[in-house]
């Protein structure tokens, strides 16, 4: 259920946000879809609105249909990639072939997701092309029987494979996340024939799939519940882990819980340092893993070492102030736009509105001003 507006008296309605397309936000607030601008503060205050968030709506039109977001409302949970808030399940929808599986990009929606502080399930379709059972039991040991996570084997040709996704979706906000040609939405439109979402072919000459999906959106999955509410998204080729502190990075995997407190330092990242607790067991953990551990780590240490770069930046300096007769002082000297204007200048300022007024100098004459640039 929406959440009701706290200053309905002012002409204000409570809704979600359904889909951003071309600058405008649509929002469904009491049955109807409106189309909203954002309040320009919120434009200012730099906050992004996902969809899936719940705001406030003013200016409300009804005839017309639009309003605008006035501001919004605390979230439970975001994601970055997509974009989406108040999240409750994430499939990871990877293909087994067309593309081929790729346990490295596989690592990194979970690893993304994880950091979220959600659960993802496993999807892995076009299960029927598998050469045997063998290749689907290798991956269900891995990602379900050693990491714990759900693992889902679909296809679009045997429905029944279908009727698991149903039962998550049900009464929750759910998401389709994986890259582009693995069948988010072919599965869909099985699920929902009325969805009748566009579905690309896959390159041969790259093997990736071709962007069909171009916006987030959420879809109402079944008619008679409204509350079930499904989110086709676009694919994203390759997931960057410039955003995270290698720390984070490290409390996200899940092959590492049973050795990580057994290392010698709380915050190793089980790559060289002595007493590794993670690096002792490495035959305890997929090959695979580890690797997809090492390359997100390249990317988080840039990260951390970008950050560091521009928090070290000096944001001021220091300048000496000769006092006449006195002991000169080293002073704060501040970035010309954080700091206030000399009285010399502020007079001057005046001047040019009073020229008739003459200006007398004599009285800013009591320091004299020198850039020490020894910072």
């Given amino acids: 259920m929406l959440p009701v507006s706290d200053n309905p008296q002012n002409n204000t309605l409570t809704g979600r946000l359904r889909k951003y397309h071309s600058n405008f936000y649509y929002v469904e607030a009491e049955g109807t879809l409106f189309e909203c601008a954002l309040r320009g503060l919120i434009k200012k205050e730099g906050g992004d609105v996902l969809v899936g968030d719940f705001v406030e709506l003013d200016s409300v039109n009804a005839a017309a249909g639009t309003a605008r977001i006035n501001r919004v409302l605390p979230r439970k949970n975001s994601i970055s990639r997509p974009k989406l808030a108040n999240?409750?399940?994430?499939?990871?929808v990877y293909s087994l072939r067309e593309p081929i599986f790729d346990p490295n990009q596989m690592d990194r929606y979970l690893t993304h997701i994880e950091l979220a502080g959600i659960t993802p399930i496993l999807c892995i379709s076009k299960a029927d092309l598998a050469e045997n059972d063998e290749e689907l039991a290798r991956i269900r040991d891995l990602y379900e029987c050693k990491l714990g996570y759900r693992v889902l084997f679909t296809s679009v040709n045997h429905l029944a494979d279908l009727q698991?996704?149903?039962e998550l979706a049900e009464g929750n906000i759910t998401v389709l996340a994986g890259p582009?040609?693995?069948?988010?939405?072919?599965?869909?439109?099985?699920?929902?024939?009325?969805?009748?979402?566009?579905?690309?072919?896959?390159?041969?000459?790259?093997?990736?799939?071709?962007?069909?999906?171009?916006?987030?959106?959420?879809?109402?999955?079944?008619?008679?519940?409204?509350d079930t509410l499904i989110a086709d998204t676009p694919g994203f080729s390759n997931l960057k882990f410039t955003y995270?502190?290698?720390?984070?990075?490290?409390?996200?995997?899940?092959?590492?819980?049973?050795?990580?407190?057994?290392?010698?330092?709380?915050?190793?990242?089980?790559?060289?340092?002595?007493?590794?607790?993670?690096?002792?067991?490495?035959?305890?953990?997929a090959e695979s893993r580890y690797q997809s551990y090492l390359d997100m780590l390249a990317e988080a240490r840039l990260y951390k070492e970008e950050a560091n770069s521009t928090s070290q930046k000096q944001e001021f300096g220091?300048?000496?102030?000769?006092?006449?007769?006195?002991?000169?002082?080293r002073i704060l000297r501040l970035k010309e736009k954080n700091r206030d204007a000399s009285r010399r200048t502020r007079k001057q300022q005046v001047s040019l509105l009073e020229t008739d007024e003459p200006h007398d100098e004599e009285a800013d004459q009591d320091c004299d001003y020198r850039d020490d640039e020894d910072d």
């Fill in 87 to 92: 999240v409750d399940r994430v499939l990871v």
């Fill in 164 to 166: 698991p996704i149903r």
């Fill in 180 to 226: 582009s040609g693995s069948g988010k939405s072919s599965l869909l439109n099985a699920l929902n024939a009325d969805l009748q979402l566009r579905v690309g072919e896959v390159s041969e000459k790259i093997a990736r799939g071709q962007h069909t999906t171009r916006h987030v959106e959420l879809l109402s999955l079944f008619d008679d519940s409204p």
């Fill in 244 to 285: 995270v502190l290698p720390i984070q990075l490290e409390a996200a995997m899940r092959d590492f819980a049973p050795y990580r407190e057994h290392c010698a330092f709380s915050d190793c990242l089980h790559v060289d340092e002595e007493g590794c607790a993670v690096r002792e067991n490495l035959a305890s953990i």
């Fill in 318 to 329: 220091y300048k000496q102030l000769d006092r006449k007769g006195k002991e000169s002082v």
